[in-house]
């Protein structure tokens, strides 16, 4: 090769490099865009009502100048406790059913339907939600049927592939070692399951909680389908309610001026949340590498 | 003894039966879908637009639309996801406070709720931009949204392209890119198109962020610039305004077998990683 | 590998297809635009550009009625926007529209700062309940009363012995702001009230519950509701039209002083016989 056309070659080399650096930068330079945007519709109307104010204040009137979405963070909080209530439990032991307990073939095919499960749009869970499970609840236990219930019940089926998954994982890179040794020292399975293959994979099933109950607070659509959306605190399982979501995606066809902005600065509030959960996440998931758990 | 091995069968069954409850969950939905929308699919359904705001008619336009705005997604998404993906594992030291940064970030933009998403599409693209609600407003969003499943699996597929490769490729005195676009690339393609059908399932399934950045309109979308309304945006449209609960059904439905088969089809791809990874 | 080449190469082929197609296509969509020619139009052509600002309830009514106009009117362009009843008064007032639309009367202090106010349709609100409830008709007072949570039951109207699911639209809607003036004085909703972000999801959800009450545009009746009578009249055209039935609103164009050029043909067009069409047609009733 002539120095000529090497030199060339490098020079293009070096192009193809940037341009590739350009790529992953843009992750964080949208990720600044995202933010400045939202921040700069959404802040503004937080500092005039004031942070604490709009937190906490449980009235929402944004037309009559009352801006307080209180009653949607503990809206959001409520039900996305009632589904971790009953989804963690189920996904967990899913999740040592497919690691320890079923036959490999067995464990494959859920893991394929976990897939799917994970894989359904949320449009498609609020509408089974809107047609079956609202009347099923209106008709049998009382009320209307939109309620904390049947939000709980569709947001746990959403986020059960998320906590199932990372459980599954966490639990299989368990060293076979563990196990091994406590069967040796007499244990049956189950207490091998309990005592030490739970306790190793600790930290890994704690991401899987967390993320899943990141899932459940920014799910949109199926929520506002099925929970009736009254902004109040919600005084039973069988209460409307109204979540941060379903405050923005309901409100936002006919807000304008500061009721809009008000609906932006909700989407303030939800995006920190989410962002410290990430973190939260990271941290915990670089202290379990770090103890050697994981 | 034979106490703690009574036990064992009835974990063993309380086990068994947390997994088929599972798939019962699974059964119940898409079966129930399934069997009250399968009436209402045909070809008709499928190839006719709809009219009398979906009452009557088929969905046409609607599939038109997901099409539209997944490929946008897609042509914006897939180049800038494969590249950040060939950097951080082939260019960046992975310990690189950069590739620390660029990962953190993408963790976090997959974490970010969608109507969130929604909210800076609206703004920045509808609104500062001047796009309108389009099916490029759209389209640039859900691949916003979808950039951090691309790039993960990009990454995954070219971390487990075996290091020998590299080192012969190299040794024989190929240049980095070259490395990357002979060897890298074809070996982790399977790896790629796992995130590319991956994607396409999301952006089928996305409601919030689309009806805020596409809009609703019935219409068949042209240009870019046309407003467009997906299968997704067209279901919770029939199901919440009841214009025609049989029509959502079949979209449902619809919406259901693509994904089945867009799952089918990732799974499909990802044996045929695994299978390369040996 | 050879088979891996072609693969390659196709895919690239697909990709510069969809630039060079999406290219045409935009191209394509940007020329049907330009397509009108001042040359074809009549002599009296009009021409010019007018702005449509305030009620978001209006709105559609307008910009169907403008597409309308544009189509007959080449070189005329009109341009709609929301804001709100109030927004379009003032804007009217302030010359930044041409025209306001309202969606409630025009008050004496407004009319005052020399408007001209014309009545382009008209708007009723009928209060809904489910098809098995027994009840035919409420007071404009025991509706009133419901909404604001004094009434509970349906036993303290005459229903049966079942408490009342109250269904309301989202803070911002038209029909809510209307509803809202004309029967409850501006008065806050109970906040126990199920919350919907359309006239459909109201409809839906008084159609699913045998003891909720709701509230939608007389157009968008359907069989899936009941609608009561106010006050003993029936939620029907004919009783919008004699003033008997209570909940209903004007549609309203505003213009500073007499209206006049681009505003006035515009105007003229819609309460013209094929203007009311388009309105009847769109779910407000004609004024005639």
Not at chain 1, 193 to 210: F, H, N
Not at chain 2, 186 to 194: C, D, E, N
Not at chain 3, 244 to 273: E, M, N
Request: glycine residues 10%.
């Amino acid at each position: 090769m002539q120095p000529i056309s090497k030199n060339l070659h490098r020079r293009g080399e070096s192009w193809i490099e940037k341009g590739l650096a350009f790529c992953a930068a843009l992750f964080v330079i949208v990720i600044a865009i995202i933010t400045i945007f939202i921040f700069a519709r959404g802040l503004p109307i937080l500092l005039k009502v004031g942070v604490a104010d709009f937190l906490f204040n449980t009235d929402w009137r944004p037309t009559s100048n009352s801006f307080g979405i209180g009653t949607m963070l503990v809206g959001s909080l409520v039900v996305t406790t009632a589904s971790l209530l009953w989804a963690v439990p189920l996904g967990i032991m899913t999740a040592i059913f497919m690691a320890e307990v079923a036959p490999p073939r067995a464990s494959r095919w859920l893991g394929a339907l976990v897939e799917l499960l994970a894989g359904i749009p949320s449009v498609v869970y609020g509408f089974v939600g809107l047609v079956l499970i609202v009347p099923f609840i209106r008709n049998y236990l009382g009320g209307n049927g939109l309620s904390v219930l049947a939000g709980a019940i569709i947001l746990g089926i959403m986020i059960l592939p998320t906590i199932i998954n990372i459980s599954r994982d966490a639990i299989r890179a368990v060293p076979k070692e563990y196990k091994e040794g406590s069967l040796a020292l007499g244990a049956t399975h189950y207490q091998s399951i309990r005592r030490v293959i739970l306790p190793a994979a600790r930290s890994g099933i704690i991401t899987a909680v967390v993320l899943g109950m990141g899932r459940a607070i920014g799910e949109t659509m199926a929520v506002v389908m099925v929970t009736g959306n009254s902004p109040i605190i919600p005084a039973g399982v069988l209460s409307p309610v109204r979540t941060m979501t379903s405050n923005i995606v309901l409100e936002m066809g006919y807000a304008a001026g500061d009721h809009q902005a008000a609906l932006f600065a909700t989407g303030v509030v939800l995006f920190v949340f989410i962002v410290i959960l990430n973190l939260v996440v990271n941290m915990s998931l670089k202290a379990g590498a770090a103890n050697g758990r994981r | 003894m034979a106490g703690a091995s009574g036990k064992d069968k009835l974990l063993t069954g309380i086990f068994w039966l947390a997994g088929i409850f599972i798939v019962l969950i699974l059964a119940g939905i898409i079966g129930y879908v399934l069997f009250r929308g399968a009436s209402s699919l045909s070809l008709d359904f499928i190839l006719q637009p709809p009219s009398r705001a979906g009452r009557l008619g088929g969905i046409s336009t609607t599939i038109v639309g997901t099409v539209y705005l997944t490929l946008l997604a897609l042509l914006a998404a897939v180049p800038v996801g494969v590249g950040s993906a060939i950097y951080l594992e082939e260019y960046a030291h992975s310990r690189s406070r950069f590739a620390k940064l660029v990962n953190l970030t993408a963790e976090t933009l997959a974490g970010i709720p969608s109507i969130v998403f929604g909210l800076f599409g609206f703004v920045f693209f509808v609104i500062f931009l001047g796009m309108g609600w389009s099916v490029l407003s759209g389209g640039l969003t859900m691949a916003i949204m979808i950039l951090p499943t691309i790039t993960r699996t990009a990454q995954e597929a070219i971390l487990a392209v075996a290091g020998e490769y590299r080192e012969n490729s190299l040794a024989l005195g190929a240049s980095r890119w070259q490395t990357v676009r002979r060897v890298i690339l074809p070996s982790a393609l399977p790896g790629i198109v796992t995130g590319i059908i991956l994607s396409i399932g999301r952006a089928v399934g996305e409601t919030a962020a689309i009806i805020l950045t596409a809009g609703s309109s019935l219409g068949m979308p042209v240009s870019p610039m046309d407003p467009a309304r997906t299968m997704s945006v067209h279901l919770y449209i029939m199901a919440m305004e009841g214009i025609s609960t049989e029509r959502a059904f079949g979209t449902a439905c619809l919406i259901v077998v693509l994904i089945v088969i867009i799952n089918y089809l990732a799974n499909l791809s990802l044996s045929r990683l695994t299978k390369a990874m040996r | 590998m050879g088979s891996e080449k072609i693969r390659r190469i196709t895919s690239f082929l697909i990709l510069g297809l969809l630039l060079v197609g999406t290219g045409i296509v935009t191209g394509c969509g940007s020329k049907t635009t330009e397509t009108p020619t001042p040359g074809q139009n009549t002599p009296a052509a009009l021409s010019g550009s007018l702005t449509i600002a305030g009620s978001t309830s209006v709105q559609p009514f307008s910009e169907v009625l403008a597409e309308e106009f544009m189509a007959k009117n080449k070189g005329v362009q009109i341009n709609v926007q929301g804001g709100g009843s109030s927004v379009g008064i003032e804007a009217a007032v302030t010359g930044a529209a041409q025209i306001g639309a309202s969606s409630r009367a025009v008050k004496a202090e407004e009319t005052a700062k020399g408007l001209t106010a014309t009545t382009i349709a008209l708007d009723g609100i009928a209060v809904v309940v489910n098809p098995a409830n027994t009840l035919t008709g409420l007071t404009t007072e025991q509706v009133m009363n419901i909404y604001l949570g004094n009434i509970k039951n349906w036993n303290e109207v005459g229903g049966p012995d079942a408490v009342i699911t109250v269904v309301t639209r989202e803070e911002g809607s038209g029909t809510r702001d209307a509803f809202s003036e004309i029967v409850l004085a501006k008065k806050d909703i109970i906040k126990t009230a199920i919350v919907q972000n359309s006239t459909g999801a109201v409809r839906t959800t008084v159609a699913g519950d045998k003891n909720a009450i709701g509230y939608v545009s007389l157009s968008s009746l359907n069989q899936e509701v009941k609608a009561l009578d106010i006050n003993g009249a029936a939620a029907n055209e004919a009783n919008v039209k004699a003033g008997t039935y209570k909940i209903q609103r004007p549609f309203i164009y505003v213009t500073k002083g007499a209206p006049s050029g681009l505003a006035q043909a515009f105007i003229d067009y819609v309460l013209s016989p094929e203007g009311q069409q388009l309105i009847v047609e769109e779910g407000a009733f004609s004024i005639k």
